[in-house]
Structures are given as structure tokens and as C-alpha cells.
């Protein structure tokens, strides 16, 4: 089976993620898993508990046969680091194909992230694009230059297939999704503001904030 890994805070989740993640069921994997981290390392939270962040997933994917959320980041406590989620999972699914989903935002500070190189020897990659990156073939060559300097050189590009060929033959993917200019921030404030977020996530999850007073 192909199971794509789809990483976030979820603060919180919004039609972006859940149409990224149609789209991607539809066209190319089997299963896609939610996994909302447990405390970000890299971010200002606005103090919204994980298992608050968690509920707000199950809400938003209750009726989609093809999507799970896991609670393995939070199970693990302490600070989340993809790294170490993905080494799980391969033990939990081994005989699966395994495609860490990340926007182009995200992927784009992958240098950074825990194991930062070595991560693309256990894993594929889906990287989905986020407004302002056109989808054209000039991507493949973007997406080589947010990699590690000592993968970048021994990486092969696959135009005729959007993705990139890694020295242990794992791939990074470069998909098109419809893209659509949501985030979990501008949601937030929206909420902050007394503005009007219908339309941007599922109608129970707004309920669900609301009654929960989070932002
Ligand atoms: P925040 O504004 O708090 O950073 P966010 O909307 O970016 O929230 P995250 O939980 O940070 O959401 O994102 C989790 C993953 O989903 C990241 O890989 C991110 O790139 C991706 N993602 C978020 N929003 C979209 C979107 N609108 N379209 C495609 N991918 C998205
Ligand atoms: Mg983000």
C-alpha cells in the first residue's frame, strides 16, 4: 500500500491540508495519515493542546474512508521531530511504501529539520505546492536546492515523472494539487478578529472552536 505522512500542528486543520490529502488519495496513494505534532519546535503556539488540535482532525476526516489521524507525536511527548515519527512508522508499516507529505513551505526548511539528510534515505517525499510557486519544470530544480549540499550533488531529476531520484532510490515527488490560499494563521486571527471563517475549514470544526473558546 501507499500511505502518505502528513505532518502539521493542525492549529488548525483546514480545507489546504484535507484537499491536498483528497487529491492525493485520489490520484496516487492509498491512505493518507494525519499526525498533528505534539510541541513544535520551530513555532510560537498559541497554547492549544495537542489532544485539542487532534480532536479537530478526527472532526474534519470522520467520513473519508482513506483518511486516519494518529496520535503518535503526542504519545511520544516532549518536542516532535518528523525524523523520529517516520523511523515508527517504517516498524509499524514494513512492508509499505511510506510518502512524507509536506507544502513547499515546509519542505523548503527540511535542511533544518532533525537528521535533516538522512531522512531522505528512509522516506519518500510528496511536496505539494502552496500559493505563490507556480507548478512548472523549473520546481525540480527549486526543490534540489532546499536539499542538504552533500545530497543535492548526487541526485538525479526525473522530469517525465515530477520527481526527484535520491542516490538510495527514494523519491521526492513534486505534485500538483489545486492550490488554495489557506492557513491555519490567518484562520486564527480571523477568529481573533471576529471575522468570518466559513468556507476556509469544515463547519464542525469552526463549531468545535468556537464551543472550545480556542483562539
Ligand atoms: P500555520 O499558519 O500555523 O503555519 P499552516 O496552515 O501552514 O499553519 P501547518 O499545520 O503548519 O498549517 O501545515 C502542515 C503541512 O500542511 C505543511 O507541510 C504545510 O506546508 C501544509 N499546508 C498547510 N496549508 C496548506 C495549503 N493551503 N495547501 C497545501 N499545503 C498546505
Ligand atoms: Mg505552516
Known amino acids: 500500500m501507499k500511505i502518505g505522512i502528513f505532518g502539521g ?3 488548525p486543520v483546514h480545507f489546504g491540508h484535507l ?3 483528497e487529491e492525493l488519495a485520489q490520484n496516487f496513494l492509498d491512505k493518507v495519515i494525519f499526525i498533528p505534532t505534539n510541541i513544535t519546535s520551530n513555532k510560537k503556539m498559541p497554547g492549544i493542546d495537542p489532544e485539542k488540535r487532534m480532536e479537530m482532525l478526527n472532526i474534519a476526516i470522520k467520513n473519508n474512508k482513506k483518511f486516519e489521524a494518529s496520535d503518535i507525536e503526542i ?11 517516520i523511523i515508527q512508522l517504517k516498524k509499524i508499516y514494513p512492508s509499505d511504501e511510506l510518502y512524507f507529505i509536506a507544502g513547499v513551505d515546509a519542505y523548503s526548511d527540511v535542511k533544518n529539520w532533525k537528521n535533516g539528510a538522512e531522512i531522505f534515505d528512509k522516506i519518500n517525499f510528496i511536496v505539494v505546492n502552496r500559493s ?7 520546481n525540480l530544480v527549486k526543490l534540489t536546492g532546499f536539499l542538504p549540499d552533500n545530497l543535492k550533488e548526487r541526485i538525479k531529476l526525473e522530469y517525465s515523472q515530477n520527481r526527484l531520484v535520491t542516490p538510495k532510490n527514494k523519491y521526492i515527488y513534486f505534485l500538483k494539487i489545486t492550490r488554495l490560499d489557506i492557513s491555519s494563521t490567518a484562520i486564527r486571527n480571523n477568529f481573533k478578529n471576529n471575522i468570518s471563517n ?3 475549514l469544515p463547519n464542525e470544526v469552526i463549531n468545535y472552536i468556537i464551543n472550545n473558546k480556542l483562539y
Open 9 to 11: 500542528t493542525f492549529n
Open 75 to 85: 504519545k511520544r511527548g516532549g518536542l516532535s521531530y518528523s525524523y523520529d515519527t
Open 19 to 21: 484537499r491536498a490529502a
Open 198 to 200: 466559513l468556507f476556509l
Open 132 to 138: 505563490g510557486m507556480k507548478s512548472d519544470s523549473k
